[in-house]
């Protein structure tokens, strides 16, 4: 069996990676047209009264919105992948993290996305870490120590919890 086969944690970096490139290409794009066009526009028609926000202002608090803006789209990328991979509904999720307002959609997300889906060593299947047989072929994704009965994990060479040797 795979010994990285239930293993749920991820680095940062493999969790960019599942953003696709039209995410990327998308947010950069963004980021391009507001920066070289929508800011330098507003720049040039704003003539700020006294008593108003100063110039330097409106240009640091509009870049600070593009880019929370770029990030919000990569994310947006982000949520649609990663919902896949972890067998949830990818349209309602895109839609909900898209429409509820304050990112309360992206908390909700974090807090009740499932644990990423893995191949089932006999068939294939997708199947959940927390599953302890393949809802598809039978088979039994969790081994036990032959001594102590403890769970052991794959790839394991002796048992965590009673040192028996395991094959
Ligand atoms: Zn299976
Ligand atoms: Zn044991």
New binding site residues.
């Given amino acids: 069996m795979n010994p990285r086969a239930y293993d749920t944690k991820t680095t940062l970096k493999q969790e960019l990676k599942v953003v696709p490139a039209v995410g990327y290409a998308v947010a950069g794009a963004w980021l391009v047209v507001f920066f070289a066009v929508v800011m330098p526009l507003i720049l040039r028609t704003a003539h700020p009264k006294p008593g108003e926000p100063p110039l330097w202002l409106i240009a640091i608090l509009l870049t600070f919105a593009g880019a929370v803006l770029a990030l919000w789209v990569v994310m947006i990328f982000y949520v649609n992948a990663d919902a896949g991979r972890r067998q949830m509904n990818r349209t309602l999720w895109t839609l909900l993290v898209i429409f509820i307002p304050n990112a309360i959609g992206f908390i909700l997300y974090f807090v009740l996305r499932h644990p990423i889906a893995r191949p089932?060593p006999?068939?294939?299947?997708s199947?959940r870490p927390d599953f302890v047989f393949?809802p598809?072929?039978?088979?039994s994704l969790t081994s036990a120590c032959p001594a102590c009965r403890h769970t052991v994990e794959p790839g394991w060479a002796a048992c965590a919890f009673c040192g028996a040797k395991l094959s």
Avoid at 122 to 125: E, I, S, T, V, Y
């Fill in positions: 089932c006999k068939c294939g299947a199947v393949c598809a072929c039978g088979e």
